[in-house]
Nanobody, 121 residues
Framework: QVQLVQSGGGLVQPGGSLRLSCAAS????????MAWYRQTPGKQRELVAT???????NYADSVKGRFTISRDNAKTTVYLQMNSLKPEDTAVYYC???????????????WGQGTQVTVSS
């Protein structure tokens, strides 16, 4: 059973920093892209950043230059370093990963449990 377990998050003042982590566990044959999304009440989930299997990264315009997505060498843990945080970054953050659990199964999307990030003075 593949799981994504998130950690990090919390309350931070504007201008501060936080780091989110998301670790994959279980039997995984191949990992494709990993990503971070965020969601605020009443709004659709928004893509924040992605990292592909070869390490190519992409960011939403709203976080470019402030957030950095990275991955460990085993490619099973993804991080989101968030700097210069703004009140509008307040949201529940979710990690997402596309895995293939065996060579004969199709890739499937998995989600972390979500973690609250609140930016407020």
């Amino acid at each position: 059973q593949v799981q994504l377990v998130q950690s990090g998050g919390g309350l931070v003042q504007p201008g501060g920093s936080l780091r989110l982590s998301c670790a994959a566990s279980g039997t995984i044959f191949r990992i494709y892209a990993m990503a971070w999304y965020r969601q605020t009440p009443g709004k659709q989930r928004e893509l924040v950043a992605t990292i592909t299997r070869d390490g190519t990264t992409n960011y939403a315009d709203s976080v470019k230059g402030r957030f950095t997505i990275s991955r460990d060498n085993a490619k099973t843990t993804v991080y989101l370093q968030m700097n210069s945080l703004k009140p509008e970054d307040t949201a529940v953050y979710y990690c997402n990963a596309r895995f293939q659990v065996t060579a004969s199964t199709l890739p499937h999307d998995y989600w972390g449990q979500g973690t609250q990030v609140t930016v407020s003075s």
